[in-house]
């Protein structure tokens, strides 16, 4: 599977971006698909994971109430809406798939280029 996550860009706090994860390569719906992210400095970090067919979600505590992960298998995409964004989502995101639904980062066998969020305060 080969990913592609688009969408971040420069936000001020409080304002909303919609990050995209295009796969390509194989059964979309096989695989569930996590975002995470990693700031400057810290290690890569979990923030939301969907099921292959979508009917499961799990988040982050800290984005829980702000993020919406979702997909659109007939399009080979999951989203990632990010609401009332802080300067601490400042990242650059990742998007992940693997056949099991995880929020370990070890364990996800396909990676995206990551997307820059840069959220100013």
């Known amino acids: 599977v080969q990913l592609q996550a688009s969408g971040g860009g420069l936000v001020q706090a409080g304002g909303s971006l919609r990050l995209s994860c295009a796969a390509s390569?194989?059964?979309?719906?096989?695989?569930?698909v996590g975002w995470f992210r990693q700031a400057p400095g810290k290690e890569r970090e979990f923030v939301a994971r969907?099921?292959?067919?979508?009917?499961?979600?799990d988040y982050a505590d800290s984005v829980k109430g702000r993020f919406t992960i979702s997909r659109d298998n007939a399009k080979n995409t999951v989203y990632l809406q990010m609401n009332s964004l802080k300067p601490e989502d400042t990242a650059v995101y990742y998007c992940?798939?693997?056949?099991?639904?995880?929020?370990?980062?070890?364990?996800?066998?396909?990676w995206g280029l990551g997307t820059l969020v840069t959220v100013s305060s």
């Open positions: 969907i099921t292959g067919s979508g009917s499961r979600t």
């Open positions: 390569g194989r059964t979309f719906s096989w695989y569930a």
């Open positions: 992940a798939a693997d056949p099991s639904y995880t929020k370990e980062t070890y364990e996800y066998e396909f």
